[in-house]
């Protein structure tokens, strides 16, 4: 596999906090590699209208917004490639970061590879994936046009979906675990004001029945104060109850939490390894919204440029980039 040297920062991720990162450390003539990832653009690429980033005051689409990003990191030169991380070796400098593609040596490594939509953990749910039972509501909404779905979870991101889905769907039924929602008033107050939706409180979804043929069928539930099992017909089912952290690949390499999450050091972005950085929802279980990452991939990139700087690796590469002799 063919090995790249020609940059000194790697960034994994592409979403608001890898962009932002990128835009900054092209600003300061450190022209970074941005490895995309799975889903380029991040999670904001599977929303619709995004009504909380400053600056948008009629909102925005997630996928323009991501657009925005990515074309204002690119006018300074930053890099994107549409490659997926593999493994990273952090044990000596410079590090080495797999992708699917390449081999790229560098001097710093900025993570900001956000999170995945978590599941159940039905293995009916796994094996009707893709049939019926989806975790994107703008991905797959569209192909349960009249159909009565389910979705599953009690936060933003549950109402979020349920509220976009009733473009399509005949009837959405939220199934939340809890007698009380965990999102927000005004995106509860926006679901519960919707004629299309209606609520199952203290209820856990047990079985999705169905199957590749014929999609998703019904529903067997248990209500959990009575312990109740029962059956509801349903043709879809959207699982909206958060995210986990994308940072397998940094297991047993860097300092992670219980639940996976990058541990930084204190009002900081920089890890147990000197030049890596984190940022965005690799580190943020509380806040995570787009603005946040955006802010924390500005502080990873500033962090990263004064910690090159202070390394003195800054002076040893001439710019641009790739004609330095730094061996
Ligand atoms: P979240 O706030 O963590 O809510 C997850 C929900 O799923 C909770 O209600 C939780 O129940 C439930 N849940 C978790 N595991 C479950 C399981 N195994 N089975 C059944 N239910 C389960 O996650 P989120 O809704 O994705 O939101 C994450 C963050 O993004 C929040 O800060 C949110 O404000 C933000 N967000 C904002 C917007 C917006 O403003 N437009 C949209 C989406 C998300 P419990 O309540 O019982 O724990």
């Known amino acids: 596999m063919e090995?790249?040297?020609?940059?000194?920062?790697?960034?994994?991720?592409?979403?608001?906090?890898?962009c932002t990162a990128a835009l900054y450390l092209s600003r300061a003539n450190l022209i970074p590699i941005v490895l995309e990832g799975m889903q380029p653009g991040g999670q904001l690429?599977?929303?619709?209208?995004?009504?909380?980033?400053p600056g948008f005051p009629e909102g925005i689409l997630g996928p323009k917004l991501m657009d925005l990003m990515r074309q204002q990191a690119e006018r300074f030169g930053a890099v994107f490639r549409m490659e997926n991380l593999e493994s990273v070796d952090l044990s000596s400098r410079l590090f080495r970061i797999t992708s699917d593609q390449k081999i790229y040596e560098c001097e710093a490594l900025i993570i900001a590879a956000g999170a995945s939509a978590m599941q159940i953990g039905l293995p009916s749910e796994k094996a009707l994936q893709g049939f019926g039972v989806s975790y994107c509501a703008t991905c797959d909404g569209f192909f349960f046009k009249g159909k009565e779905i389910v979705v599953v979870g009690g936060g933003d991101s549950a109402m979020e979906e349920a509220t976009f889905l009733t473009k399509f769907a005949s009837k959405v039924t939220v199934i939340h675990r809890r007698e009380e929602l965990r999102a927000s008033k005004i995106m509860q107050d926006r679901a519960?004001?919707?004629?299309?939706?209606d609520f199952l409180f203290n209820t856990t979804v047990e079985e999705v029945v169905g199957s590749k043929d014929g999609g998703v069928?019904?529903?067997?539930?248990r209500n959990l104060h009575t312990n109740e099992l029962s059956e509801m017909k349903a043709q879809g089912l959207f699982v909206a109850i958060g995210h986990t952290p994308n940072t397998s690949a940094y297991r047993g390499k860097l300092k992670l939490d219980e639940r996976g999450y990058i541990i930084t050091?204190?009002?900081?972005?920089?890890?147990?390894?000197?030049?890596?950085?984190?940022?965005g929802d690799v580190v943020?279980?509380?806040?995570?919204?787009?603005?946040?990452a955006a802010g924390s991939?500005?502080?990873a990139a500033l962090d990263c440029e004064r910690w090159l700087t202070h390394e003195r690796i800054t002076e040893r590469w001439d710019l641009p980039a790739g004609e330095e002799d730094r061996k």
């Open 192 to 197: 519960k004001g919707n004629p299309k939706i």
């Open 3 to 18: 090995t790249i040297k020609e940059f000194r920062v790697v960034i994994i991720g592409s979403g608001p906090a890898g």
């Open 297 to 299: 991939g500005c502080q």
């Open 265 to 279: 050091n204190p009002h900081a972005t920089s890890t147990t390894i000197p030049g890596v950085f984190a940022c």
């Open 45 to 53: 690429t599977i929303t619709t209208e995004v009504e909380n980033y």
């Open 217 to 221: 069928t019904s529903l067997k539930l």
């Open 284 to 292: 943020d279980h509380i806040y995570r919204q787009a603005i946040t």
